[in-house]
Every structure is written in C-alpha cells, then in structure tokens.
C-alpha cells in the first residue's frame, strides 16, 4: 500500500520518470503555520547531484504546496505537495527492457501486478521518498511545535569503516554538525575522509557499497506507543523498513544486547529532573512498546545499491542469457542522502503516536485520576501531560474539578473508617 498512518495519514504517488511525484497528508492539525520553504530545507537535503559521491541525475526537486494551506496557515484539510520530475531519461532503460535487472525489483512488480515500470524502477525508485520527506516535515514542524522533540540522523557507518557515537554524545548531535561533515553526513569531522574514501572506490570500481544510519528522537513525552500490535519500536520497523535498500533495523542495544546478562542490561530508575528517569538507556526509550521518556535512538541498515557499472550476467523474462551494464545515473552508497528519508519517518511515526495518544488522554479526562479511587497504598506516578506550544505544562482537569477529585479521594478512605462505629 502506498499510505502510512492511521490519524496523520499520508499518501505517497508518483513513479521515478513520471511527470511528478509528491504526497497527499490528511489529519494536519488546522492553524498550523507552513509555506513551501518549511519543507525544501530537508527535500534540498535529498535531492540527487549533491557531491561527486552521488547520482548525477540533475534535479531541483522544488516544492508545491497544491491545497490544504491558505494564507501560510493549514486549513485542517488535506494537503498536496508536489515535485516535478525534471531530468528523467527512460531512453536510459530501453537495452535493459527484457531482463530484469539483478537485486532490483522489476521481475517481483511484473509478478505482482502483471505489468511495471520499464524505466528508473517506477514506485520501487527512492524518487517515491520525496513524497515522503515532504510528510516528514510537515509532522517534524508539528512536533518540535507542539512537544519541542528534536529528530536528528547521520552516518553511521560506510562498508566496514564506521563512525562510534555513544549514547551521551547522541543527546548533542545537531543538524548542522551532522551536515557540515558532507558529503557523507557522519557526526564526526575526523571520519569524513575514511568513509568518503569507500565510497569513492566502490564509484571508481564501477560498484555500490552499503551503510549504517542512525537516528536519535530527543523530548519524547513517556506514554507513547499502542501495544501489543503496534508498540513504539514496531511501528519505527516498519516505517525504516519500507525504506528502498533498507535490510536491517535495530533499537537500543539491539543486536548486541543478546549476547549480554539481564544484570548488565537492565535500565535502573532513579529519580532525576523532577520525574523518574533511567540511569542507562539501553532500551532505547522504548519499554514495552511505550516512550519511557528517554532519547529513542535505532540504527537502520542499508544495502549498496542495485544498479552498478559493471557487467552482470542474468537472464531474460523468457529464460535467454544476457548480460547488463547498467546506463542509469545512479548512487554509489545511498546512505548520505538517506539521513532526511530516516528522520522524515520517525517523523512521520511519532506524530501518528502523539494523536493516538492525544486522544486518549482527553477521552478519559472526564473521570478521576486512577489515584482518587484505590487505596493510599496503591502508588502511582504523577502524570506527565504534554507540553503547550509555550513550554509550560497543560492543565488535564480544571482546578474546580481536581478539588472534587481530591474530596472524593478522601471520602474513599474515611467513610470505612468512621462507618463501622456509627452503626
């Protein structure tokens, strides 16, 4: 299916060399301030012909905005981004028609419905993620707005050279420190030679080479996630997943937290910032499929591109032998202009999540805290509704109604006590 999410839904559409590709979103909030350039910042991020380390297919990927928005504000309705398609070259694809190019995924489209694009991948294509991170960063706006979350990706490996940040660095990582180590988007200045140079001999050797991105969530509230089906790190899976190239994902200490003992792993609470917080933050910010508070940071593997230079022996729809030496214009690591496609997700994830978790809250408003009606030794932990677009805590109940929850409390606790003794 070509949407994703279920209150802020998005639809992605368009074809690698079609006229246009873009991205309808339903469930924006309404009042919500956007014009085109909030979103050609991350879009500019993406976009192919940005180093010599990168396809050279030339395109501006320049954003419209086609309805939803009026006078720089959301109408609360649906909203249409588009990006033309500017540099396609089908002519490119004509040898290579009758065989279906190795790893990539002609022969699985053309046995699924029948008939596919014969040019550049059609919807299989990374061109389809511009609609993509032009949803992302409409939810990132939301979300830094209305709960001050930051989402931040980067380089993590290239090949076998990679590029170790632990989790208190993580929690200091910027965009811009992240972008001025280009071309390969690493967070270290010291590790853009080592990983350039794979790239550039994977481009030189007429080859492709893989890659590690990882991102960190920084300010999400505790209490998002819908168990058991669509916990937190499920829904981030599937979002990073359904990335092209992707073949891996991993949250918190993920792989490597198999081979430890739970004594190792586990993360103790302590109390710290007026609220409980972990003291480790091997989970990742996820216990139970729900944000715990802490930093969520995953890790999403990608494999080297399909399309290569060099001669590849396969074999026509018909069974023929041939050989293919592909003509496209294609990336030799897509990691670098995949950090926006990952942050653009997890955007798309948590502000899905922030909704549902909206509204659930203000559906229950209307009763007690689950405190006023279990005894005093039952202990809960102090809720944490989410912050207002000014920072400063919002007020679940009126006061007038926290009083009455207050009384009922007390009514709870002493009318067993004094009841016995007048009867």
Known sequence: ???????????????????????????????????????????????????????????????KILSGTEHGLTLGTPIALMVENTDHRPGDYASMAAYPRPSHADYTYDCKYG????????????????????????????????????????????????????EAEMLDITRAQVDSNTPVRCANASAVARLAAVISDARDRQDSVGGTITCVLRGVPPGWGEPVFNKMEAALAQAMLSIPATKGFEIGSGFAGAAMRGSAHNDAFAWRDGRLRT????????????????????????????????????????????????????????????????????????????????????????????????????????????????GKPVEEHPRGQQQLYAAVAIALVIVPLVLPGLL
């Open 279 to 390: 003291t480790t933050n091997r989970s990742g910010g996820v216990q139970g499929g729900i944000s715990n508070g802490e930093a969520i940071y995953l890790r999403v593997a990608f494999k080297p591109p399909a399309t290569i230079g060099q001669p590849q022996e396969t074999a026509s729809y018909g069974g023929d032998h041939g050989v293919l030496e592909a003509k496209g214009r294609h990336d030799p690591c897509v990691v670098p202009r995949a950090v926006p496609i990952v942050e653009a997700m997890a955007a798309l994830v948590l502000a899905d999540m922030a909704m549902r978790q909206l509204g659930r809250e203000h559906a229950a408003a209307c009763f007690p805290p689950a405190q006023a009606r279990y005894p005093p030794q039952v202990v809960y932990p102090p809720r944490m509704p989410p912050a207002a677009a000014s």
């Open 1 to 63: 299916m070509s949407s994703f999410g279920d209150v802020f839904r998005v639809t992605t559409f368009g074809e690698s060399h079609c006229a246009a590709v873009g991205v309808v979103i339903d469930g924006c909030p309404a009042r919500m301030p956007l014009v085109e350039a909030d979103i050609q910042e991350q879009l500019s991020r993406r976009r192919p012909g940005q180093s010599k380390l990168s396809t050279a297919r030339a395109e501006a990927d320049q954003v």
């Open 115 to 166: 008939v596919r694009a014969a040019s550049g991948g059609g919807r299989s294509s990374a061109r389809e993620t511009i609609g993509r991170v032009a949803a992302g960063a409409v939810a990132e706006k939301w979300l830094k707005h209305r709960f001050g979350i930051d989402i931040v990706a980067w380089v993590s490996s290239v090949g076998r050279e990679d590029d170790p940040v632990d």
